[in-house]
């Protein structure tokens, strides 16, 4: 995009594959949250092979497709649960897809907020933090305040249609969901081509080969 869209377009990444996902709830949630705000949609990640760099000789429909679908967006929204301390394996299988080729990468650029919840008290902090470090290297501009750790969240805290109904759970992921959208229209605005100041890039600084 070259301009601050009105609308803009915000990709959602669910970290579980679970169809009764509490993630995915709280994917759905977003939505129905900042749906009037955005256009905001969840993109599928449980179709994609895993990565290996030979595929990319033909790549998978799957690969184009969920590259297209992350260019296209704005914004990128993590929701994820913490498996074993760190992002789950699709996850990360779905960011490397959208990471190569090599100078192809699809993240580059995107500013993002990373949501991660878990049933434990402590709220997926582990997977949250090593998504962060994933998008230092990504080049995502990442949201730092405020972090969304949700603890102790349960089925119970939502509808039939996976939408929150838990009043507490509701107002913290609603001041997230209107902190993102705020940041993100920073982010967008200052994007806009402005100056010819142009800044070299440093020799010991981001390659995206290692
Ligand atoms: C988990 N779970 C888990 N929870 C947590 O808080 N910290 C952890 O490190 C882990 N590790 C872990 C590993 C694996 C392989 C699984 C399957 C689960 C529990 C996890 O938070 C719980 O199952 C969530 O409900 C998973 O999120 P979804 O699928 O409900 O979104």
């Not at 179709?47 to 000789?57: C, F, N, Q, T």
């Not at 790549?59 to 929204?77: K, L």
Request: aromatic share 8%; charged share 20%; net charge neutral.
């Amino acid at each position: 995009m070259t301009d601050t869209p009105t609308r803009p377009r915000i990709a959602v990444l669910v970290g579980s594959l679970r169809a009764d996902s509490i993630n995915l709830k709280i994917a759905r949630s977003i939505i129905a949250l900042g749906g009037h705000r955005a256009d905001i949609e969840i993109v599928p990640i449980a179709d994609l092979a895993l990565y290996s760099e030979e595929l990319d000789a033909s790549p998978p429909a799957e690969y184009a497709r969920f590259r297209s679908q992350i260019t296209a967006a704005d914004g990128v929204i993590f929701c994820t649960p913490e498996y074993n301390r760190g992002v789950p394996g699709g996850l990360k299988n779905a960011i490397d897809v959208g990471s190569r080729p090599s100078g192809h990468n699809v993240w580059s650029g995107k500013p993002t907020v990373i949501v991660s919840a878990s049933p434990s008290p402590i709220g997926g902090f582990g997977a949250n933090h090593q998504l962060r470090q994933l998008c230092v290297f990504l080049d995502m501009p990442t949201m730092q305040q405020p972090e969304a750790y949700l603890g102790s969240v349960a089925a119970e805290k939502f509808d039939a249609d996976g939408v929150v109904t838990d009043d507490a759970l509701k107002s913290f992921l609603g001041s997230i969901v209107e902190a993102y959208m705020a940041w993100l229209a920073r982010a967008l605005r200052a994007r806009r081509p402005q100056s010819s100041v142009t800044v070299s890039a440093s020799p010991i600084g981001w390659h995206d080969q290692w």
